[in-house]
């Protein structure tokens, strides 16, 4: 059984930075995307960031050049490093994997979430 655990979320000032982590438990393999996404209140969760088997990275243009998703494969753990935090940027932030199975399809998988909150 695969589980997603973040930490890392805090109070921070505006420009600072943070690192969000999402320790993966269980046996995954292969990874097909692991990502992070973001739910502020009131709003829809949106994606924040991804990085797809192959190193192929994408990110949101809100995050563009400030965040970005890393992988300690030897802890099992995927990192959001995210700089120059914003007024904009608190929210619940979420890990995301997906892996692919046996059969052919994608096996999915969500973290609980960790807040960060941006304030002077």
């Known amino acids: 059984q695969v589980q997603l655990m973040e930490s890392g979320g805090g109070l921070v000032q505006p420009g600072g930075r943070l690192r969000l982590s999402c320790e993966v438990s269980?046996?995954?393999?292969?990874?097909?995307?692991m990502a992070w996404y973001r739910q502020a209140p009131g709003n829809e969760r949106e994606f924040v960031a991804s990085r797809s088997r192959g190193g192929r990275a994408n990110t949101t243009e809100a995050v563009k050049g400030r965040f970005f998703v890393s992988r300690d494969s030897i802890k099992n753990t995927i990192y959001l490093q995210m700089h120059d935090l914003k007024p904009e940027d608190p929210a619940t932030y979420y890990c995301y994997l997906s892996l692919p199975t046996p059969g052919g399809s994608l096996s999915e998988y969500w973290g609980q979430g960790t807040q960060v909150t941006v304030s002077s």
């Open positions: 269980g046996t995954i393999g292969r990874i097909n995307v």
